[in-house]
């Protein structure tokens, strides 16, 4: 059985990383949708949401596992049995830095390959970061994420805002 990992932070998940998922599961027979529990950055979904989040979007692909990993993803990606690590390509940014997390990987594991698929047009744009920062801004997500992230994503900014004192006001995010 040919294995791919997926893995990231996907803090939280939008469309561009279920167009990823969705794509690999066409070209691999099993893939692991892998989030990174510890990842070097602040985050604002706890491991278990996003894993959450992650579930209900590969609902309907049978051959999609979510699972969790910490250490070096291309260890992990090995200890899976995984033959390729799947990375989604926006522009020309992501893929020096891809290329190089490749170059990284296959110094470590040269029996895995790093598989870049090309985003859709539509999400080339698209990052989490991207994301939160349109939401903290009270704009439309609705095209960017599914309608569970965005009602998670309101209440948690929400809740942040509260807890900060901040008197941010939040309109619907899914209109």
């Given at each position: ?81 995984a033959k390729a690590i799947v990375r989604g390509l ?86």
């Amino acid at each position: 059985m040919t294995i791919a990992i997926y893995p990231g932070s996907f803090d939280p998940i939008h469309n561009g990383h279920i167009e990823i998922v969705r794509r690999a599961s066409l070209l691999f027979e099993q893939v692991i949708w892998a989030a990174y529990d510890r990842p070097l950055k602040s985050l604002l979904f706890s491991e278990q949401e996003r894993l959450e989040f992650m579930h209900e979007a590969a609902k309907d692909l049978p051959n999609v596992q979510v699972r969790s990993y910490h250490g070096l993803t291309v260890l992990f990606a090995r200890q899976a049995g995984a033959k390729a690590i799947v990375r989604g390509l926006r522009a020309t940014h992501d893929f020096e830095i891809e290329y190089q997390m490749a170059l990284t990987n296959a110094q470590q594991a040269a029996e895995i390959d790093t598989v870049c698929l090309m985003t859709g047009a539509q999400y080339a744009f698209l990052s989490s970061s991207i994301l939160k920062e349109v939401a903290l801004a009270n704009g439309d997500i609705s095209s960017m994420v599914p309608p569970y992230v965005a009602h998670k994503l309101k209440a948690r900014l929400a809740q942040l805002g509260e807890d900060r004192g901040d008197k941010v006001k939040m309109v619907s995010l899914t209109e």
